[in-house]
C-alpha cells in the first residue's frame, strides 16, 4: 500500500462552504433633501465625519423666505383687524336689540303692546257697564276700540258689517249726572266686542314677538359668522408652509451614523439632494451567488470572511437573506431587469443567473470599511468533531475497507470490511456519524483496489508513514479541519484521483 491509498481516520470539523466576493454596507442609509431653492449658506460636515442624531448639519440661506413671511404676517395682521372689526359690529347690533327689547322700546314689539293695552282698557269698561249704560271715558282709546270693534262686527253673530253696533238706549240719567258730558261722546262697546278686540291684540303681540326673535336669530347667525371669518383669517395655510420652510432650512442629523456623501458646497442652491448619512452601527455583506448555490444556503448560514483592508483577519457573519429574484449578467443587475429577462423568455442568451445574498456581519468589525470588499466563505454544511475521511472511501453507500493493525507502529495489517454510517460530506470527505470506525484506524481510499484482498495482510510501503500520527488520532487530538470551499463564481473542482490534504 503505497502513500495516497489510505487515510488514517481522525477527529476534525467538516464543513462544506461557497465562496462569495461582495462588500460592505451599512445596515440602513439615508439620502437627506431639500425642497427649498436657495443658497447653502453654511455647511459642517464632510464625507468620512460621524455625527450623532439632531446633530448640526447644513444651513441655508432664509433671507427671502423671512421676508415674504414678515409680508404675509403683516397682510394675516390686516386680515384679523378686519375680521375683528367686523365682529364687534355685528356683537353691537346684537347688544342694541336685546337692550331695545328688555327696555320695551322695539318699535314693533311696543306697538303691539299699546294696542293690547288699550284693549284691555276697553274690555275693562266694557264689564263695570253691564247693568246700564256707559261710555268709554277717554276718546282717544274709544275711538282705537270702535276701529277694532268695527273690524270685528261683520265676524261676530248678528253683525252687520257697517260699524260698530251701538248699545239700546240708555234710561235717563240721574239729575246733574252728565258722563261724558254733551256731544262727541264716544261709542259704548259690548263685552263681547272689547273681549275679541283683546284676543286680536294679543295675538299680533305674540306675533310680534316672534318676528323679534327671529330678528335677533339673523344676528346672532352674523356674529357667529363674523368668528368664523376672524378664526380662518388667522390660521392660513400658506403661513405653516413658509414656518415649515424656514425650520427645514436647517438640516440636522435624521439619525447617528458616518457621512458618505456631501452633494453640494456653499453658495450651491441644490437640486433635491444635499447629502447622505449611513448607520454603521451594523454591517452587511452585499453578494451574489450562483443559482445552482441557491438550494444550498439558508438563512442564518454561518458565515467566516476576510475584507482587503484587514488582510488575513477573519472575521464572521449569518446569512440574513437569500433574494428569490435573479439577475442576468456578470454586474447582476436589478431585480426589475431580471424579471424583464424572464418574463422574455430563457436567461439572456446563455449568461449566467445570480441571486443576490445579504450577511450581517457578527462579532467584530474593527478595521471593516463601508464599500470595502471581502472574501466570504457561506457553511453550508458542518459536522464537528466527526471522523471524516475520503467520499472515495464509502462504496456501496456504508461499506469501507480498513487495515486492522495490532498495535499502533505497526506498518501491516488484515483488511476488513466494515460499515459505517455517513453525515455531512463536501466535495473531498465525508463525516463518519455512526459504526465500525474509530480515531486511528487506517482506512483505504480506494476500494476497488483491495476488495479482492479482505481477509489478506496488506503492508504499508511509505517511507512518511508515522505512527505518532495514529496514536494521536486515538488519543483525539485535533488534526486540523476538512473545509473544501464551492466559489460561487466558479464550477466545483473536480474530485482528485488522490485523497485531498487535510488543512493543518
Same mark, same amino acid.
Given at each position: 500500500?503505497?502513500?495516497?491509498?489510505?487515510?488514517?481516520?481522525?477527529?476534525?470539523?467538516?464543513?462544506?462552504?461557497?465562496?462569495?466576493?461582495?462588500?460592505?454596507?451599512?445596515?440602513?442609509?439615508?439620502?437627506?433633501?431639500?425642497?427649498?431653492?436657495?443658497?447653502?449658506?453654511?455647511?459642517?460636515?464632510?464625507?468620512?465625519?460621524?455625527?450623532?442624531?439632531?446633530?448640526?448639519?447644513?444651513?441655508?440661506?432664509?433671507?427671502?423666505?423671512?421676508?415674504?413671511?414678515?409680508?404675509?404676517?403683516?397682510?394675516?395682521?390686516?386680515?384679523?383687524?378686519?375680521?375683528?372689526?367686523?365682529?364687534?359690529?355685528?356683537?353691537?347690533?346684537?347688544?342694541?336689540?336685546?337692550?331695545?327689547?328688555?327696555?320695551?322700546?322695539?318699535?314693533?314689539?311696543? %306697538?303691539? $303692546? =299699546? @294696542? !293690547? #293695552?288699550? +284693549?284691555?282698557? *276697553?274690555?275693562?269698561? /266694557?264689564? &263695570?257697564?253691564?247693568?246700564?249704560?256707559?261710555?268709554?271715558?277717554?276718546?282717544?282709546?274709544?275711538?282705537?276700540?270702535?276701529?277694532?270693534?268695527?273690524?270685528?262686527?261683520?265676524?261676530?253673530?248678528?253683525?252687520?258689517?257697517?260699524?260698530?253696533?251701538?248699545?239700546?238706549?240708555?234710561?235717563?240719567?240721574?239729575?246733574?249726572?252728565?258722563?261724558?258730558?254733551?256731544?262727541?261722546?264716544?261709542?259704548?262697546?259690548?263685552?263681547?266686542?272689547?273681549?275679541?278686540?283683546?284676543?286680536?291684540?294679543?295675538?299680533?303681540?305674540?306675533?310680534?314677538?316672534?318676528?323679534?326673535?327671529?330678528?335677533?336669530? %339673523?344676528? $346672532? =347667525? @352674523? !356674529? #357667529?359668522? +363674523?368668528?368664523? *371669518?376672524?378664526?380662518? /383669517?388667522? &390660521?392660513?395655510?400658506?403661513?405653516?408652509?413658509?414656518?415649515?420652510?424656514?425650520?427645514?432650512?436647517?438640516?440636522?442629523?435624521?439619525?447617528?451614523?458616518?457621512?458618505?456623501?456631501?452633494?453640494?458646497?456653499?453658495?450651491?442652491?441644490?437640486?433635491?439632494?444635499?447629502?447622505?448619512?449611513?448607520?454603521?452601527?451594523?454591517?452587511?455583506?452585499?453578494?451574489?451567488?450562483?443559482?445552482?448555490?441557491?438550494?444550498?444556503?439558508?438563512?442564518?448560514?454561518?458565515?467566516?470572511?476576510?475584507?482587503?483592508?484587514?488582510?488575513?483577519?477573519?472575521?464572521?457573519?449569518?446569512?440574513?437573506?437569500?433574494?428569490?429574484?435573479?439577475?442576468?449578467?456578470?454586474?447582476?443587475?436589478?431585480? *426589475?431587469?431580471?424579471? /424583464?429577462?424572464?418574463?422574455?423568455?430563457?436567461?439572456?442568451?446563455?449568461?449566467?443567473?445570480?441571486?443576490?445574498?445579504?450577511?450581517?456581519?457578527?462579532?467584530?468589525?474593527?478595521?471593516?470599511?463601508?464599500?470595502?470588499?471581502?472574501?466570504?466563505?457561506?457553511?453550508?454544511?458542518?459536522?464537528?468533531?466527526?471522523?471524516?475521511?475520503?467520499?472515495?472511501?464509502?462504496?456501496?453507500?456504508?461499506?469501507?475497507?480498513?487495515?486492522?493493525?495490532?498495535?499502533?507502529?505497526?506498518?501491516?495489517?488484515?483488511?476488513?470490511?466494515?460499515?459505517?454510517?455517513?453525515?455531512?460530506?463536501?466535495?473531498?470527505?465525508?463525516?463518519?456519524?455512526?459504526?465500525?470506525?474509530?480515531?486511528?484506524?487506517?482506512?483505504?481510499?480506494?476500494?476497488?483496489?483491495?476488495?479482492?484482498?479482505?481477509?489478506?495482510?496488506?503492508?504499508?510501503?511509505?517511507?512518511?508513514?508515522?505512527?505518532?500520527?495514529?496514536?494521536?488520532?486515538?488519543?483525539?487530538?485535533?488534526?486540523?479541519?476538512?473545509?473544501?470551499?464551492?466559489?460561487?463564481?466558479?464550477?466545483?473542482?473536480?474530485?482528485?484521483?488522490?485523497?485531498?490534504?487535510?488543512?493543518?
Amino acid at each position: 500500500m503505497l502513500a495516497g491509498d489510505y487515510t488514517i481516520a481522525a477527529e476534525e470539523n467538516l464543513t462544506n462552504s461557497i465562496v462569495v466576493n461582495g462588500n460592505i454596507a451599512p445596515i440602513r442609509s439615508v439620502s437627506i433633501t431639500t425642497p427649498l431653492q436657495s443658497e447653502v449658506e453654511r455647511l459642517a460636515v464632510q464625507p468620512g465625519d460621524r455625527v450623532a442624531k439632531d446633530q448640526f448639519l447644513v444651513q441655508m440661506n432664509t433671507d427671502a423666505l423671512q421676508r415674504q413671511l414678515a409680508k404675509q404676517e403683516k397682510q394675516q395682521a390686516s386680515a384679523q383687524a378686519e375680521a375683528m372689526q367686523g365682529v364687534e359690529q355685528a356683537k353691537s347690533q346684537l347688544n342694541a336689540y336685546d337692550q331695545a327689547m328688555a327696555n320695551g322700546s322695539n318699535p314693533a314689539v311696543a %306697538q303691539a $303692546q =299699546a @294696542q !293690547v #293695552d288699550q +284693549a284691555q282698557a *276697553a274690555l275693562d269698561a /266694557a264689564l &263695570a257697564a253691564q247693568g246700564g249704560p256707559r261710555m268709554i271715558a277717554s276718546p282717544k282709546i274709544a275711538a282705537h276700540v270702535q276701529k277694532m270693534a268695527g273690524d270685528l262686527s261683520s265676524r261676530l253673530p248678528g253683525g252687520s258689517g257697517h260699524g260698530i253696533r251701538t248699545a239700546p238706549p240708555a234710561a235717563p240719567a240721574a239729575p246733574g249726572a252728565v258722563p261724558g258730558g254733551g256731544q262727541g261722546a264716544a261709542p259704548m262697546l259690548s263685552v263681547e266686542q272689547a273681549r275679541a278686540a283683546l284676543q286680536e291684540s294679543q295675538a299680533a303681540l305674540e306675533a310680534a314677538k316672534a318676528q323679534a326673535g327671529q330678528e335677533r336669530q %339673523q344676528l $346672532q =347667525a @352674523q !356674529v #357667529d359668522s +363674523a368668528w368664523r *371669518a376672524a378664526e380662518n /383669517a388667522s &390660521a392660513t395655510d400658506d403661513d405653516g408652509t413658509l414656518q415649515l420652510q424656514v425650520q427645514e432650512a436647517t438640516i440636522n442629523a435624521p439619525m447617528a451614523g458616518v457621512v458618505t456623501n456631501v452633494d453640494v458646497q456653499v453658495g450651491d442652491i441644490p437640486q433635491g439632494r444635499v447629502l447622505g448619512i449611513a448607520d454603521d452601527s451594523r454591517l452587511l455583506i452585499r453578494a451574489s451567488v450562483r443559482e445552482a448555490d441557491v438550494p444550498a444556503i439558508k438563512q442564518d448560514n454561518r458565515v467566516e470572511f476576510t475584507s482587503t483592508a484587514t488582510g488575513k483577519k477573519k472575521f464572521t457573519g449569518r446569512v440574513t437573506r437569500v433574494s428569490p429574484v435573479g439577475s442576468t449578467g456578470a454586474s447582476a443587475g436589478s431585480g *426589475a431587469e431580471a424579471a /424583464a429577462a424572464m418574463s422574455a423568455g430563457g436567461s439572456g442568451g446563455g449568461s449566467s443567473v445570480t441571486f443576490p445574498v445579504e450577511i450581517e456581519v457578527t462579532g467584530d468589525k474593527e478595521g471593516l470599511l463601508l464599500g470595502g470588499s471581502v472574501r466570504a466563505e457561506i457553511i453550508t454544511e458542518e459536522a464537528k468533531n466527526s471522523i471524516n475521511i475520503p467520499r472515495d472511501a464509502v462504496y456501496d453507500e456504508n461499506k469501507i475497507l480498513v487495515l486492522a493493525t495490532e498495535n499502533p507502529g505497526d506498518t501491516s495489517g488484515v483488511v476488513e470490511e466494515r460499515t459505517v454510517k455517513t453525515g455531512a460530506k463536501n466535495d473531498v470527505d465525508v463525516a463518519v456519524t455512526g459504526g465500525e470506525l474509530k480515531p486511528g484506524d487506517i482506512v483505504i481510499n480506494w476500494p476497488e483496489n483491495f476488495k479482492d484482498k479482505v481477509g489478506s495482510t496488506v503492508k504499508v510501503n511509505d517511507e512518511n508513514f508515522d505512527p505518532e500520527q495514529v496514536k494521536d488520532a486515538k488519543d483525539k487530538k485535533p488534526t486540523g479541519s476538512a473545509a473544501p470551499t464551492t466559489p460561487a463564481t466558479s464550477s466545483a473542482a473536480p474530485k482528485s484521483s488522490a485523497p485531498a490534504e487535510k488543512e493543518g
